[in-house]
């Protein structure tokens, strides 16, 4: 139903720290903020394709209340349950997915940065 809120809540977070450490010099925080814009980006792009499905399925409407499930508080708790299961499920995976890929990444450059060095 709502499952999208809590990605696109850590999208908005995200952006916003990355936006906050723009002025900041440094190639760790140059690298922390790429982090950031990378997860964020993440974030949005499948927060804004779920929130495309819950519209297409008549889910989600352009007028009050927007959202179907709260016409109703029985349907209200369900969309809370949902959205504190399925939503925060899945923004946890995502985090943990690119925090594996980065850490990923960051072995594998120092490696070839380790053997371009050897070679020389």
Do not use: Q
Request: aromatic share 6%; glycine share 8%.
């Amino acid at each position: 139903m709502c499952c999208f809120l809590v990605p696109g809540a850590e999208a908005a977070v995200l952006s916003l720290a990355s936006l906050a450490l723009r002025n900041c010099h440094g190639e760790r925080a140059v690298s922390f903020r790429k982090h950031l814009r990378g997860l964020s980006g993440l974030l949005w792009g499948g927060s804004l394709l779920l929130a495309l499905e819950h519209v297409w399925h008549g889910e989600i409407m352009f007028a009050p209340p927007f959202i179907t499930a709260m016409k109703s508080p029985e349907d209200t708790e369900v969309m809370i349950a949902e959205i504190s299961t399925s939503g925060v499920a899945m923004a946890m995976l995502v985090t943990v997915a690119y925090l594996v890929f980065a850490l990923v990444r960051s072995r594998v450059s120092g490696r070839a940065g380790t053997a371009k060095s050897a070679a020389l």
